[in-house]
């Protein structure tokens, strides 16, 4: 048999076998996006849990990815500044704030997430009563933006 007919054959199986495990691996991070809080709240994706019900009623140009397998996910959304007060309403101080900022520097954080969560932002901690999981937060109230991320969970 020539040796080119054996890599021919070869070639498409490990191409075959290299996209099954590539899909059987988790296949990376799943990304939705939601114009405003009511698109989010007719979809039914709330109760999905990958993202929190602490959302201002106001919230618009949602945007969430997530890792099923690590149960890790992050949030941005924009509000108004009636937005932000209620949202606050929602969280408190988190206790350790270097270790709280660090856990949004995740590696595997979705493309739109910054580099770092930085500036003059607090990190604020909020608990998901559906699924109990820590998620935290960065207030931007000079430009009304939101980002939220939950750490491993398990």
């Known amino acids: 048999m020539n040796p080119n007919q054996n890599i021919m054959r070869v070639v498409p199986v490990l191409l075959a076998a290299l996209i099954l495990t590539a899909i059987g691996c988790g296949g990376g991070l799943q990304n939705k996006k939601f114009a405003t809080h009511q698109d989010l ?27 099923a397998r690590t149960k890790s996910g992050w949030v941005t959304f924009q509000t108004d500044r009636d937005g932000i007060g209620e949202f606050l309403g929602w969280l408190k101080l988190a206790s350790d704030q270097k270790a709280a900022s660090d856990l949004s520097k995740d590696p595997r954080a979705p493309y739109w997430w910054p580099k770092a969560v930085r500036g003059s932002l607090w990190v604020l901690h909020c608990v998901d009563d559906k699924a109990g999981a820590p998620w935290y937060a960065s207030v931007d109230g000079e430009n009304f933006q939101v980002y939220m991320w939950r750490p491993n969970n398990p």
């Open 41 to 67: 709240n007719k979809s039914g994706y709330l109760a999905e849990g990958w993202i929190p019900d602490c959302l201002p009623n106001n919230s618009k140009e949602i945007l969430e990815s997530h890792d």
